[in-house]
């Protein structure tokens, strides 16, 4: 149940060109406690209850628990999220054995379009597409729960 992953900020749209996959994502937070957050998500028609835990110091690894749910609870769970609920594109790129993941924001993240991977373990070695800009991996600002409560387009 340990997440591995490194963040970063995507520098062109060359992306949606190889993306197999893109899925629009609606989440909010019932906590976005520094030591645990717990997000709900609808992910197309699908529902999710996640928890996670407080990152390593460098910000990539953490616990992080993950369970589906009726796309209806989930629903009706985010009406009772802290306010600041995140919408975005999540677009799944397969690269070599890694899949990427580029999440393009609206609302008040619009603007923001930041790329995740997740690792077998931190030391990993991975194709960096031409795409890929600046590593921002454990820079709180850049976690979604961090956006919900300060969105990019107020930095």
Known sequence: MEEIERKFLVISEAYKDVAS???RIVQGFLSTDA???????LKGEQGFITVKGKSNSEGTSRFEWEKEIPANEAEALLKLCLPGVI?????????EDVVFEVDEFFGDNEGLTVAEVELAHASQEFPKPD??????????????SRLSSHPYKKW
């Open 87 to 95: 919408d975005k594109f999540r677009y799944e790129i397969p690269i």
């Open 131 to 144: 795409w890929l800009g600046a590593e921002v991996t454990g820079n709180v600002k850049y976690y979604n």
């Open 35 to 41: 030591e645990r957050t717990v997000r709900i998500r």
């Open 21 to 23: 996959s893109k899925t």
